[in-house]
């Protein structure tokens, strides 16, 4: 049994004369008989928390940054009806933030025999599976003099996934991808194209693009249209060692990754070609494969949901020959990862050649836009020191850019809002070309 504030004044208030030495609010009921018993009955009275049962239901996944309703059903099974104080109680990032404990902490009345529905609203700050801590019920007698205190175990999962804020650049790039396609008047060949159709030339045409056999069966010039191969294969690698845990703003490196990874896996489904993905440092964190159409994009997702830095150096050599195991075919593979000069000289670019032998190879990695302002600045002996500190960075980034080029790969570089738009504009452009 716990005293409520009330029950405590009105035993202190009745007690004055006598009680001013009791050691503990038990002697000061002990010297107060009518309050004694008014608090037995109220005890009495109150609805049993044990008792109680208790389900959940509502949303079970929600986009990093939107919210989440997560519904508790309790019912009483006793004769007596319950007036409780409910706390749902979920950890600190569930919450719009770790000190707002308003959203979880619920008032209600369920008569004898009833259920009553609480709703506790999430706005959860980081990714992966948010899960309850416990359910912790006060139950009052009808005089509110004291409470029955219990907990409850009620199991949940609401599982947080990346925001796919990029995605606001996939019409412009679907829009690109049916130029390719030939369903606009701008028509493209390259090497790995495939044939599509005949149609009367317009100026501007490439004349390469002339079939002569049909224009001799024709009373007009006819060229022929092409179209980017479809079912190409495309591995998405995300490196998930120590170098991703960095934070670029407010983000670590590889939420920046993993938004462009979606991008382009969204635009490649649309293209008819299929996905897979591979989380690597020392071992597979998430593998992602036979997906295909509207599947993929949900299941890359899930996947990435859970995912998080690792705090130890990535494993070059295993992470190339989980890669080679993942795409056996020919195959786009799409590297993301960082391009600090220690961990490409010493791990990737000693087992790069594997890659590149087999695979078209496309490193992408996020830069930080606070070096590009640093670079810009002057004006005090400080800012000049960061200029030339900046300076030096770019210098030793865009050296390491370089050594990957003469390997034959293709490098991505961009800050974390222009990486996923860029990243997509050069798969169109290996498709346009027929290197894919």
Same mark, same amino acid.
């Given at each position: ?36 018993? @008014?608090?037995?009955?109220? %005890?009495?009275?109150?609805a049993p928390v044990r008792r109680l049962r208790l389900t959940r239901s509502g949303d079970t996944s929600v986009r990093l940054g939107e919210?989440?309703?997560?519904? =508790? ?5 006793? #004769? ?20 707002? $404990? ?18 506790? #609203? ?13 359910? $912790?019920?006060?139950? %009052? ?35 690109? =991808? ?55 294969? =495309? ?7 120590? $170098? ?35 989380? %690597? ?18 299941? =890359?997702?899930? @996947? ?20 080679? #195991? ?48 640093? @670079? ?50 050069? %798969? ?9």
């Amino acid at each position: 049994m716990a005293l409520t504030g009330r029950t405590a004044l009105l035993a202190a208030l009745g007690s004055l004369p006598v009680g001013l030495w009791a050691p503990d609010w038990t002697g000061l009921l002990a010297v107060n008989a009518p309050l004694a018993v @008014a608090c037995a009955c109220d %005890y009495a009275l109150a609805a049993p928390v044990r008792r109680l049962r208790l389900t959940r239901s509502g949303d079970t996944s929600v986009r990093l940054g939107e919210t989440a309703d997560v519904t =508790l059903t309790l019912t009483n099974p006793s #004769r007596r009806p319950l007036r409780a104080a409910l706390r749902d109680a979920w950890p600190p990032s569930s919450l719009p933030t770790a000190t707002d $404990t308003t959203t979880s902490r619920h008032d209600l009345t369920v008569p004898a025999g009833e259920r009553r529905r609480v709703t506790t #609203r999430l706005t959860p700050t980081r990714r992966g599976d948010h899960h309850p801590d416990r359910v $912790t019920i006060r139950s %009052y007698g009808p005089l509110r003099l004291v409470s029955r205190q219990g907990t409850h175990q009620v199991p949940w999962t609401v599982r947080v996934l990346p925001p796919f804020s990029s995605r606001k650049h996939l019409p412009s790039k679907l829009a690109r =991808l049916r130029e390719l396609d030939g369903r606009t008047s701008l028509l493209t060949r390259g090497e790995g194209t495939e044939f599509d159709s005949l149609r009367e030339y317009v100026p501007g045409d490439d004349t390469r693009s002339i079939d002569w056999r049909a224009t001799a069966r024709h009373s007009t010039v006819a060229v022929r249209t092409w179209r980017p191969e479809r079912d190409r294969h =495309l591995l998405l690698v995300l490196d998930t060692g120590r $170098t991703s845990a960095g934070r670029v703003g407010d983000t670590p490196r590889l939420d920046a990754a993993m938004d462009a990874a979606l991008l382009l896996a969204a635009l490649a489904a649309r293209a008819g070609d299929r996905v897979d993905l591979l989380a %690597y440092d020392r071992r597979v964190r998430a593998l992602v494969q036979g997906r295909s159409g509207r599947d993929t994009l949900p299941s =890359l997702v899930d @996947a990435m949901a859970a995912l998080e830095p690792e705090l130890i150096e990535t494993d070059a050599h295993g992470l190339t020959t989980t890669a080679l #195991r993942t795409a056996p075919r020919i195959s786009l593979v799409v590297l993301l990862t960082s391009l600090d000069t220690a961990p490409v000289e010493e791990g990737l670019l000693p087992v790069l050649p594997h890659l590149t032998r087999r695979h078209t190879v496309v490193v992408a990695s996020v830069a930080d836009p606070h070096i590009a302002r640093m @670079a810009t600045s002057r004006g005090t002996p400080d800012a000049v020191h960061e200029a030339a500190s900046a300076a030096q960075t770019q210098t030793e980034r865009q050296r390491t850019a370089d050594q990957l080029r003469r390997h034959g790969v293709t490098v991505v570089d961009a800050t974390p809002d222009a990486l996923p738009p860029a990243l997509a504009g050069t %798969y169109l452009s290996l498709k346009s070309t027929g290197r894919l």
